[in-house]
């Protein structure tokens, strides 16, 4: 199964709010697995790769590599390189944990930093610059990228140091940035990001076919993984549509310049638009294989599907982590008391990025992440709507800087916790959600799923006779 404890998460609580949630969210993440999609559209015979109704004859072609970065690239590098087998020449995978079954043929996979990026993403970001460079026009590059590729694609422009931009990730993630703005300012000061990795291979003249999955905020569903995406704006491999002026922003409204390195304020406030990231690659075949919306929209099948009204809240849910925690309960305890405005029993889905602000790292006392404190604010309100199970989980397997994808409360999780000695609203205010959570077993434990369309959220409010 993907969550592997499902078991001691369904022995507690409102235990039939919970299975149903869970079961929801269990089969949503089987039909997201990205192995499975692209092994779905894609085939070689020997002499033919197709990706859907698209061919190329790899005969014509010196040299065939794979390069993949990503919090889902397991999955995704595993079944090109099992697809190609020994047509491939080399590739170069880095991942955020490397698990058992991720086992390659003729694929390097590297260990990178996430949220934060390290040395071994770094060193591995030099091997693939080198192997772009030695390319050529008869040699294609078949590129998978999932979200998470910026902290795990570190590879910071001439002039900036790992450890700047290090240290310019941690600020900007706890600036109360949302991930766009993040990224302006992180995609500027890179060598691969921000679609230098894709210009980097236009120059050597080589052929670019890319799989991408976009955990965006406003991205549209996808309809058809195996068409070519005319429309691919998602980087390291394709066009970047965040600008120098986009940074300036960012580092201006969250007033960072003081706490960021003085050489990347420096670069982003005075580059020229001769060091603006590019913003189109006419020539590169590009499929886009999931989309944020698509989890929601999966999810409400299977909820009908096992019988239940399920409505989609949104997939543009952004903001502070614990807020929306709290926003939820009192939706759901609408619904419950006043049928408005869906009647109850039904399902409440939602996807997107919170975020937690953190001014201070002093006032960190554990580990968390925003979907742990989502649930944690769901909480404190839930006692008061009988039954109320809400789950919040990182779609790709890992929530903040733990190692569980997230959380599930209920409406007995509070008095569960006070009875336990533990009091969530000061592990709110310390950061150390991950630790309460875990001492009453409501952390949801998955490894790689296989997918990262960001935050996935499913709520259940039953009915009270």
Known sequence: ???????????????????????????????LDSYK????????????????????????????????????????????????????????????????????????????????????????????????????????FIVVISGGSSALMSCPREGISLQDEIITTDV??????????????????SALNGGMLAK????????LIG???????????????????LSYNSTPMG???????????AIRKYDTADRLPKNVVDFIMNSGPEYETPKAFPNNTYFRINTLPDSCIIAKSIAEEMGYNAYILTSFLEGEAKDAGTVFASIARQIQAYGTPFKAPCVILSSGEVTTLINDNSTIKG??????EMMTGFALSADKIPGACMLSIDSEGTDGTT???????????????????????????????????EAVDDTILTGNTGTNLCDFNVMFIPSVN
């Not at 592997?4 to 039909?31: A, F, Q, W």
């Not at 000061?426 to 991950?434: G, I, P, Q, T």
Request: proline share 4%; aromatic share 6%.
């Open 1 to 31: 199964m993907k969550i592997r404890n499902y078991k001691s998460l369904t022995d507690h609580g409102d235990i039939e709010s919970r299975k149903i949630v869970l079961d929801i969210t269990e089969r949503t993440l089987e039909r």
């Open 37 to 140: 999609l692209i092994k779905s559209i894609t085939s070689f015979d020997g002499h033919i790769l197709k990706i859907g109704n698209n061919e190329w004859d790899l005969d014509t072609k010196k040299n065939v590599y794979l390069i993949g970065a990503g919090k889902a690239c397991n999955h995704m590098a595993r079944a090109i390189d099992e697809i190609l087998g020994a047509r491939l020449t080399r590739g170069i995978a880095i991942v955020k944990i490397l698990e058992k079954s991720d086992v390659f043929n003729k694929t390097e996979v590297y260990v990178g930093g996430h949220p934060l990026p390290n040395e071994a993403g770094y060193q591995a970001c030099l091997k693939i610059i080198d192997m772009v460079k030695h390319a050529g026009p008869d040699d294609l």
């Open 172 to 189: 900007m993630l706890k600036s109360g940035a949302n991930i766009y703005e993040v990224n302006a300012v992180r995609r500027h000061i």
């Open 200 to 207: 980097l291979i236009e120059e050597q003249g080589s052929e």
């Open 211 to 229: 799989f991408g999955i976009s955990d965006a905020v406003g991205n549209p569903p996808t309809d058809h993984p195996e068409e070519r995406c």
């Open 239 to 249: 066009p970047d549509k965040t600008t120098f002026e986009d940074a300036r922003n």
């Open 367 to 372: 580990h968390g992440g925003p979907s742990q």
């Open 403 to 437: 190692p569980v994808a997230g959380a599930i409360t209920d409406s007995t999780s509070l008095s569960a916790a006070l009875k336990a000695g533990i009091d969530f609203p000061e592990a709110l205010r310390n950061h150390a959600c991950y630790e309460a959570l």
